[in-house]
T-cell receptor, first 114, second 115 residues
Framework: KAGVTQTPRYLIKTRGQQVTLSCSPI?????VSWYQQTPGQGLQFLFE???????NKGNFPGRFSGRQFSNSRSEMNVSTLELGDSALYLC?????????????FGPGTRLTVL | QQQVKQSPQSLIVQKGGISIINCAYE??????FPWYQQFPGKGPALLIA?????SEKKEGRFTISFNKSAKQFSLHIMDSQPGDSATYFC??????????????FGKGTHLIIQP
């Protein structure tokens, strides 16, 4: 079974631009979460989508948004990019909204903001 | 507020030795504690996880020890091998309506196993 896939793997943008990242979960998984990984802050939860609805959100500004499609694929959008948005953005999927958060991560999209 | 504190930041262990990484949490509502392993250029991979109703869980060379009263849990890697060299993250989550919240991660431990 294929794992979580993310595209693109690398992106370079300039301040003020916007960016869209894509994630395809493991086949059959209906929940998709997004995380930001930086050397300073570590891994931080952005949001989670299930059945096309955002059900959980971390402590990030409204410039960070996402959506999920009927096939469970998800996109994350960051508007008005700032230098501090440079990070590895990780997508994770899980089968269902179980009580315990057993998540499987993709390889990430490395975003560099110049 | 850092809800999960992980130590040490880096660790060097000789091949065949025991690697021990510790985590402490603050939120008593946390009820699921996974460990992830991350190699350079890869996403974190789920290694092993524990729930607070047990004090220890073992899978192969990897063991989680859990102390609910102290709000601490640790990862032990027995017979450490060079292939275990990676960054390890502890994490925690809690139940919420309809399922668990997002994972809260420790800052990570960079483990090097010397041959």
């Amino acid at each position: 079974k294929a794992g979580v896939t993310q595209t693109p793997r690398y992106l370079i943008k300039t301040r003020g631009q916007q960016v869209t990242l894509s994630c395809s979960p493991i086949s059959g998984h209906r929940s998709v979460s997004w995380y930001q990984q930086t050397p300073g802050q570590g891994l931080q939860f952005l949001f989670e989508y299930f059945s096309e609805t955002q059900r959980n959100k971390g402590n990030f500004p409204g410039r960070f948004s996402g959506r999920q499609f009927s096939n469970s694929r998800s996109e994350m959008n960051v508007s008005t990019l700032e230098l501090g948005d440079s990070a590895l953005y990780l997508c994770a999927s899980r089968l269902r909204l179980a009580e315990y958060n057993e998540q499987f991560f993709g390889p990430g999209t490395r975003l560099t903001v110049l | 507020q850092q809800q999960v504190k992980q130590s040490p930041q880096s660790l060097i262990v000789q091949k065949g030795g025991i690697s021990i990484i510790n985590c402490a949490y603050e939120n008593t509502a946390f009820d699921y504690f996974p460990w992830y392993q991350q190699f350079p250029g890869k996403g974190p991979a789920l290694l092993i996880a524990i729930r607070p109703d047990v004090s220890e869980k073992k899978e192969g060379r990897f063991t989680i020890s859990f102390n609910k009263s102290a709000k601490q849990f640790s990862l032990h890697i027995m017979d450490s091998q060079p292939g275990d060299s990676a960054t390890y993250f502890c994490a925690a989550s809690r139940k919420s309506g309809g399922g668990a919240d997002g994972l809260t991660f420790g800052k990570g431990t960079h483990l090097i196993i010397q041959p």
